[in-house]
């Protein structure tokens, strides 16, 4: 989230875009890291996307079986998730309750 009902959103063509959150869903629909959106591109700008609707991942796990969403789209993955991607089990992400 960037703040004024915008955030970057990562479209599966590979390219990153500005996504504006549209009016019905503001303050309804909350969107974090990792949700599966649909987005609507703009003709006239091509880096700016309208968010239109947020899927559930019950929505999302169809759309992936029939083939609308790619193989590696990950599903229900929050940002924690999305923090540590690519680390061992050995290694964490630097948060240590002892020192507390």
Same mark, same amino acid.
């Given at each position: 989230?960037?703040? @004024? !009902?915008?955030?970057?959103? %990562?479209?599966? /063509?590979? &390219? $990153?875009?500005?996504?504006?959150?549209?009016? =019905?869903?503001? =303050? =309804?629909?909350? *969107? $974090?890291? !990792?949700?599966? &959106?649909?987005?609507?591109?703009?003709? %006239?700008?091509?880096?700016? &996307? +309208? *968010?239109?609707?947020?899927? $559930?991942?019950?929505?999302?796990? @169809?759309?992936?079986?029939? !083939?609308?969403?790619?193989?590696?789209?990950?599903? @229900?993955?929050?940002? &924690? +998730?999305?923090? $540590?991607? !690519?680390?061992?089990?050995?290694? /964490?992400?630097? *948060? +240590? %309750?002892?020192?507390?």
């Amino acid at each position: 989230m960037l703040g @004024n !009902g915008r955030c970057e959103c %990562f479209c599966f /063509d590979g &390219v $990153t875009r500005l996504g504006h959150i549209r009016g =019905k869903m503001r =303050k =309804k629909v909350w *969107i $974090t890291a !990792g949700d599966i &959106v649909l987005v609507g591109k703009r003709d %006239f700008q091509d880096e700016k &996307v +309208d *968010i239109i609707h947020k899927y $559930t991942a019950d929505e999302a796990r @169809n759309l992936k079986q029939y !083939g609308e969403l790619p193989e590696h789209a990950r599903i @229900n993955e929050g940002a &924690v +998730d999305l923090a $540590t991607e !690519g680390l061992g089990e050995a290694e /964490d992400i630097g *948060i +240590d %309750f002892d020192e507390i």
